[in-house]
């Protein structure tokens, strides 16, 4: 694709906005960064030198992009801006990050694509790993670490395994998704979309320019990701939690559950699922799904059973940070809601012993449903943060309480608390922002706390 003096509007200097004008200025575009943000926030001295013209400090749903020859859009920035719409009124073309991207794709190079409401991170990163130990030589990134535009800035990959949310494929026309995976649909996001119709139209879009030689992959227990490919041209299959079950009507063939993990049933292929990084139901479906797109992209089944070995699963969801006199410590700082807590409880088997580690700042939603998840398991509440009091309210009628007050206290008194056999488990169901940076940050520093254990 020639871009050679041609004039493009990047919208939104985040990592994809960025990454956007740095490929368009290696092609020698003309590039115009807008950003509400002013250009000294913006820290974008660098590519102004390169020339880059920064436009900041108004909101860029409301400026006059003028008439460029491309306006590309970070995925943060909504389609439906007025200044966005008066381009593509005006006959300019409107193209999302990856988009943009994929016109700078190596020959031949095999696309696959993971979407949903959750689990995306850890099925592409998962997806990844099994494509690597199949020799398959795979670029891992989009909505999870780098963009797709930095990406093809870099030496060709064979294969290119990007996580895509909503926002990214609403700017996606021509992209095609060569494997492409829809984990579940729940409401998220219904500030930006129409309801929950229109959110599963976005993420429909992964499947919309598929071949029928491509392949797709929707979750079999979820009404909504099965009418996703309805219309779809591609080899249809999915993954169950629910032993036994055949394929509804429409798909090929079917992931299920067995004993000590899950098989491919129209391939005749059991894998095992004994990796402490993939426990719990949600795991396994993230596992289905990743070993169903691996297995079409080509990889064997000693490497996929390899690769699910050998995953190490990502900081900071369910990260098993050592072992410490028969106590196993786990790091899901990325917990920052109660739905996401209750998830990580359902990890954990019936009668196994846990000590909690929740707190810090609240969203507003009841915590009642984790006291009624915690029955069972919980052993005991050891409280941080803002909303120690609201916890402390909900659980301690029912279960012991251990205010704390700080990361460092909660793990010393889980120490003394904890015997062999048990789990430690950091899982907030509240935001960082109290007493850390973000998430990453609390969870390294409970990470530094417990290696420091002895």
Not at 112 to 135: D, R
Not at 261 to 273: D, M, N, P
Not at 358 to 363: E, H, V
Request: with cysteine; hydrophobic share 45%; aromatic share 6%.
């Amino acid at each position: 694709m020639d871009l050679g003096g041609r004039t493009v509007a990047v919208l939104g200097a985040g990592k994809s906005g960025i990454a956007a004008s740095e490929l368009l200025l290696s092609r020698g575009a003309r590039v115009t960064l807008w950003d509400e943000r002013s250009p000294e926030q913006l820290g974008a001295e660098a590519l102004a030198a390169r020339g880059v013209a920064v436009r900041g400090g108004a909101p860029v749903g409301s400026v006059d992009l003028g008439r460029p020859d491309l306006v590309v859009v970070s995925p943060g920035v909504p389609l439906r801006l007025p200044s966005i719409v008066r381009a593509r009124e005006s006959g300019v073309p409107i193209w999302g990050e990856v988009e943009l991207a994929a016109c700078f794709l190596p020959p031949g190079a095999l696309v696959l694509g993971v979407t949903g409401t959750n689990g995306k991170s850890t099925t592409t990163a998962l997806l990844g790993a099994l494509c690597q130990a199949g020799g398959l030589d795979a670029f891992v990134g989009g909505n999870l670490g780098t963009p797709l535009a930095r990406a093809v800035l870099e030496a060709p990959r064979r294969t290119y395994v990007l996580e895509l949310s909503s926002f990214q494929l609403e700017g996606m026309e021509t992209v095609r998704v060569h494997g492409a995976a829809v984990l579940n649909l729940t409401p998220d996001h219904l500030d930006r979309y129409d309801g929950l119709e229109d959110y599963a139209a976005a993420k429909a879009r992964i499947f919309g320019n598929q071949e029928p030689g491509d392949v797709a992959v929707v979750n079999a227990d979820d009404r909504w990701t099965l009418g996703m490919v309805d219309a779809a041209r591609a080899r249809r299959f999915g993954f169950t939690l629910r032993p036994g079950s055949t394929p509804p009507p429409g798909l090929t063939g079917l992931a299920g559950p067995v004993e000590g993990g899950f098989q491919l049933g129209f391939a005749g292929l059991r894998f095992r699922l004994a990796n402490r990084a993939l426990r719990g139901g949600h795991n396994l479906a993230n596992a289905m799904a990743a070993t169903l797109l691996a297995f079409h992209a080509g990889v064997r089944a000693d490497a996929l059973q390899a690769g699910l070995d050998g995953f190490p699963g990502l900081p900071h969801r369910l990260e098993s940070i050592r072992t410490l006199d028969g106590v196993e410590w786990i790091n899901d700082s990325k917990a920052t809601n109660v739905d996401a807590v209750l998830t990580a409880l359902t990890a954990f088997p019936a009668g196994q012993r846990l000590w909690l580690i929740a707190g810090g700042k609240g969203k507003g939603a009841p915590y009642r449903p984790l006291v009624e998840a915690a029955l069972g398991k919980v052993a005991g509440l050891l409280t941080v943060g803002q909303d120690a009091p609201l916890l402390d309210a909900e659980f301690s009628p029912v279960l012991p309480v251990y205010p704390c007050e700080t990361l460092d206290r909660a793990v010393a008194r889980a120490r003394a608390l904890a015997r062999a056999g048990d789990v430690v488990l950091l899982s907030p169901a509240c935001s960082s922002y109290d007493q850390f940076r973000n998430f990453e940050h609390r969870g390294d520093t409970f990470r530094a706390l417990v290696e420091a254990l002895s």
